[in-house]
């Protein structure tokens, strides 16, 4: 029998209570996000043990139901690489999934192979061959075809058992406290993120070179955009782009003429901004100097010690054969800038905050190693180099320490 497909709200309803019942919910969805600020929720597939089902939210139907379900506790959502899954919701109702597993995460800590798309998930879990995900379907046209309401629920049916499988293997491997410490650290990183988002301008480009003034018009250039793309819902590119924003607080014109002096800006739709860019830097121009932002680092030199290079280096290498032998990927445990944020702290040059591998699970497994490694407690030597983790760790004699 061929997935459904609910289009009514009394369905929906009646779906929502029988999920919840359910205890346990496959959830995916399918969104464009190309012309928009905000991706367009185009459709949702659910998977429960009893039934795989598809919803059309483009009908105009009241969603609140379900991302009450996400946001409870009692009961679990499993995704996979559910970062749109995760600000669907909280962009609907202001809360956080309350338990949710992302299997994508969970194989992670249980393989070496991170990220991994679904169908290699469900190949190598499942042993089962599946299509890929489809990239080129306009899941806003209407109608959708039988093949792609089919299509888009095949990404919720083997979530379950995947997700019981995995269950089972972190239990074997006492690793389930790593992946709900991980599933939950990825929903919190991502509502932090918006609700921060204010202070991401200083991920914008080549803000090395600007002063504290300059800093202070891009921080408010960047916040404005951010509200005219918000409000009318248009990819803030649209509006005005990173590179452009940065040079327009550089330049801080103070007409129009100025601020369409450069050609790029000729565009019609960055042309209708003229009056409120200058509008938004003349404000900013007036910013006391204590509110400004602080002069940052140049983009254009590596301010790196040179002894943070070769540790960093020295420490992936360990890291590498470390992950190895507990069979499990590096790229989950550690990234380049969390190596090097461990030899500032081991070095003293960290702020108060404490690196991800000098705490937790990662402390365990390898940072407590790597620590000893920095300290000349432990050395490394080449065991066997046809082995998957070739390096051995052995301690040193007091005395081989001085």
Known sequence: M???????????DELCLRMRACGEVAFDTEFVSEHTFRPQLCLLQFGTKEEMVAVDPL??????????????????????????????????IGKAPGNLVDV????????????LSHSAIVQKVMRKRIHGKETRTDWAKRPLTAKQIEYAVEDVRYLIDIAAKQRRRLKSTKRTEWADQ?????VDSLVDAQRTRADAWVKLPKLGRLSQLELGIARDLFRWREGVA????RPFRTILRDDLLVDLAHRHPKTEAEVLSSRDMQRGNYKRHAAEIIRV???ASQTPEHELPEKLKSDSVDHSKQEEHVLGKLLAIALANCCAEADLSPAIVASANDLRDFVRWYLGDQG???????????????????????????SLRVSDPNSDHPLVFESLPDDSKQ
């Open 182 to 186: 991980e599933c939950q650290e990825f």
């Open 2 to 12: 061929p997935p459904q497909l609910l289009t009514s709200q009394s369905e929906f």
């Open 230 to 233: 918000d409000k009318t819902n």
């Open 59 to 92: 009908e105009g139907l009241d969603l609140t139901p379900w991302w009450e379900i996400m946001a409870d506790e009692e009961t679990r959502i499993i995704v996979h690489g559910g970062r749109e899954e995760i600000l669907f919701c909280w962009n609907g």
């Open 352 to 378: 108060p905050e404490v690196p991800k591998l000098a705490h937790g699970w990662r402390y365990n497994l390898c940072g407590e190693m790597l620590e000893n490694l920095l300290d000349g407690k432990i």
């Open 104 to 115: 994508q995460i969970v194989q992670g800590l249980l393989s070496r192979g991170f990220p």
């Open 281 to 283: 830097i003349q404000e």
